[in-house]
C-alpha cells in the first residue's frame, strides 16, 4: 500500500472513529503492537525504527481522531521525533533489532520487602483499542518496510512538525525539547486532505 492508499483508507475509517470513545496509550503499548506485527512478518525493527513508527501511528490517529494516540510527549532530537520512555527503554539494543517485548517495572512495597514487578504493557482487545490497533496496523503496512534512516529522513522534511520545532529554536534543539501537539496535528491532518483531495481529482 502506497502513503497515498493509507490516507484514503483512514479516511474511510472515520465514521468508525467517530462512534467509538477516544483516548490516548502508553507509548510502549504501541511500541509492543509493533514488535508484534514485526514478529509476525519476519521483519527487524530497531529502536531508531520503533521510534519513527510509533510517530507516524501518533500523527496519523492524531489528523483522524483528533486526539493523541500515545500519552506522552514527543520531542525533537538530533535524528528527529523521540518518544523518551521509548528511547530508554530500548537504549541497550543500540542499533541491533529489537528481540522482545518493551518492559517496565514499578517498586512494590510487599510483606517480603521492596520488590521489583514487571509487566509488559499491551493494546487490550476491548473497543476501546480497536481504533488505534486499525491505525497501528495500516501504519505497519505503509511504513514496515522502510529503513530506521529512511523514516528518520521523512520526519526532517521542510516545515514538518520536527523542522518547524528546529526553526523555533533558531536551528537548535536543547535537550527535553518538545514538538508542540498542534503542529503534529495539523501536519498530518493537512496531509490527509491533501491526499485525499488529489485522490477525488483522480478519480
Known sequence: MTERGLDHSMKRLGPIFLRTVTMSFSSKAVANKFLELAQRDNV????????????????????????????????????????????YSAKHYGNAPIDKPLDDFEL??????????????VLSNEPESE????VIEQVWEVYGSYSAIKLSNMTHEEDGPWHKTLKD???????????????????????????????????
Open 44 to 87: 527487524e525493527v530497531s529502536p531508531m525504527k520503533l521510534q519513527k513508527l510509533v510517530y507516524y501511528a501518533h500523527g496519523w490517529y492524531y489528523a483522524i481522531v483528533g486526539e493523541p494516540l500515545i500519552d506522552e510527549q514527543i520531542e525533537a532530537w538530533k535524528y528527529g521525533p523521540v518518544v523518551p520512555s521509548l528511547f
Open 108 to 121: 512494590v512495597d510487599s510483606s517480603n520487602g521492596v520488590q521489583f514487578n514487571w509487566s509488559v504493557e
Open 131 to 134: 481504533q488505534a490497533v486499525m
Open 169 to 203: 529554536n533558531r536551528m537548535s534543539l536543547p535537550k527535553g525539547t518538545d514538538i508542540p501537539p498542534e503542529y503534529i496535528r495539523e501536519h498530518f491532518s493537512q496531509s490527509l486532505n491533501h491526499h485525499l483531495s488529489a485522490s477525488l481529482d483522480g478519480n
